[in-house]
């Protein structure tokens, strides 16, 4: 079995503003070995003389589509990892174990629960990596460093291979009891976070 992959930021809960500042780099980052020669793909049409561009517009077209696809990738990637900073900016990090494994879905789909929390039912979590893992982080059975409110989701990072990962119930109805009777101090927190109303990122 291959090593653990440590992540070039800290993992540990104590800081996870270095988990979202590569996860911002790493999908503009993205964006730029895609979509910057598909713009010039589309760009170099216009170098042409006017009677010879029929020549370049097939690479302009195709630079055209590549360019669509970056963006919109580039799009999804942040706007996920923005979604986890604004639960990490209103809830506190806590170490929570073991992770059971629910399903991997493909593509991008995790569905886990977590635990050791006690008074409150299981909750099963869909899971989403922002730059598009589909597949199991190394090493997070043995737990994760999550923040939220699991009726409404959260955000969370594995200890070591530092993977970052927006979850909401999978079943969002099916959580509707809990978030009901949450009271007006979680409601308001998990308003404050993004989370109240499930999240478009399936």
Same mark, same amino acid.
């Given at each position: 079995m291959s090593e653990m992959v440590q992540a070039p930021y800290a993992t540990d809960g104590t800081d996870f503003k270095g988990a979202l500042g590569y996860y911002y780099r790493s999908a503009l980052t993205r964006f730029a070995k895609l979509g910057l020669p598909s713009a010039a793909l589309f760009v170099q049409m216009f170098a042409w003389p006017m009677d010879s561009r029929g020549y370049a517009l097939p !690479?302009?077209?195709? +630079?055209?589509?590549?360019?669509?696809?970056a963006f919109f990738l580039a799009y999804g990637r942040l706007f996920l990892t923005w979604r986890?900073? #604004?639960?990490?900016?209103?809830y506190p990090l806590e170490f929570r174990a073991p992770v059971e494994k629910v399903k991997l879905e493909r593509?991008?789909? $995790?569905h886990m629960r977590l635990g050791d929390k006690a008074g409150q039912p299981p909750v099963t979590l869909l899971a989403k990596? =922002?730059? +598009?893992q589909s597949r199991w982080p190394d090493g997070i059975a043995n737990g994760v460093w999550f923040a939220g409110d699991e009726p !409404?989701?959260?955000?969370?990072?594995? =200890?070591?291979? +530092? *993977?970052? $990962? !927006?979850?909401? =119930?999978? *079943?969002w109805a099916l959580s509707a009891k809990e978030r009901d009777s949450a009271g007006e101090d979680r409601v308001g927190r998990a308003k404050r976070a993004g989370i109240k109303r499930p999240v #478009?990122? #399936?």
């Open positions: !690479f302009a077209i195709a +630079g055209m589509f590549g360019l669509l696809i986890c900073a #604004r639960v990490f900016r209103t593509p991008l789909r $995790l990596d =922002p730059l +598009g !409404f989701g959260g955000a969370a990072i594995v =200890p070591g291979s +530092g *993977e970052l $990962l !927006f979850m909401q =119930p999978t *079943e #478009r990122y #399936r």
